[in-house]
T-cell receptor, first 112, second 116 residues
Framework: SQQGEEDPQALSIQEGENATMNCSYKTSINNLQWYRQNSGRGLVHLILIRSNEREKHSGRLRVTLDTSKKSSSLLITASRAADTASYFC????????????FGKGTLLTVNP | GAGVSQSPRYKVAKRGQDVALRCDPISGHVSLFWYQQALGQGPEFLTYFQNEAQLDKSGLPSDRFFAERPEGSVSTLKIQRTQQEDSAVYLCASSLVGGGASDTQYFGPGTRLTVL
């Protein structure tokens, strides 16, 4: 079963623009992570935000978490063609905090 | 350094055949995970090992699926009597310590299984 739901399902932008993807989930979480997947490099961990954090930055990535709304957003600034990939949010919750529950992903296409 | 490796990268099986998928985790990583990813979906958890102990196999779809990690390093996921619905990418991941909430999981490239 999938806990997270990314929105939109697909997003197409021009190089240099910002991309925002959203993730909603259903149950209380320990943390939320964002992963990127493309055919060249498989599934790559991007950033982790804990349930008691509200915002986190890593390079061109900015993640926010709103536990009251059970939602998170991933912002990629100044996008590049190499950012073209599927982006997944993954949550861990309860006692099984090792078990990641992924959403269906957002397919981001960055056009040169 | 070397990441998680999986073999084979692609496997085609006829319905009813048994298959074995191998995962080599990052050296020294205590925790190992298997996930199944159907086309157009996110990965779904199958099973979790801490060293050689299989601590959670709640995600295995049926008793045709079996995983082992006998020496606490390499792991094998075996699927017996494959069915068409087993067609998916099987992802292996490892993490340094005990699979805690803040422990990053590093994924391998996956094995794409196609059952005809």
């Amino acid at each position: 079963s999938q806990q997270g739901e990314e929105d939109p399902q697909a997003l197409s932008i021009q190089e240099g623009e910002n991309a925002t993807m959203n993730c909603s989930y259903k149950t209380s979480i320990n943390n939320l992570q964002w992963y990127r997947q493309n055919s060249g490099r498989g599934l790559v961990h991007l950033i982790l935000i804990r349930s008691n954090e509200r915002e986190k930055h890593s390079g061109r990535l900015r993640v926010t978490l709103d536990t009251s709304k059970k939602s998170s957003s991933l912002l990629i600034t100044a996008s590049r063609a190499a950012d073209t990939a599927s982006y997944f949010c993954a949550t861990s919750s309860g006692g099984s905090n090792y078990k990641l529950t992924f959403g269906k992903g957002t397919l981001l296409t960055v056009n040169p | 350094g070397a990441g998680v490796s999986q073999s084979p990268r692609y496997k085609v099986a006829k319905r009813g055949q048994d298959v074995a998928l191998r995962c080599d985790p990052i050296s020294g990583h205590v925790s190992l995970f298997w996930y199944q990813q159907a086309l157009g979906q996110g990965p779904e958890f199958l099973t979790y090992f801490q060293n050689e102990a299989q601590l959670d196999k709640s995600g295995l779809p049926s008793d045709r699926f079996f995983a082992e990690r006998p020496e606490g390093s390499v792991s094998t996921l075996k699927i017996q009597r494959t069915q068409q619905e087993d067609s998916a990418v099987y992802l292996c991941a490892s993490s340094l310590v005990g699979g805690g909430a803040s422990d990053t999981q590093y994924f391998g490239p996956g094995t794409r299984l196609t059952v005809l």
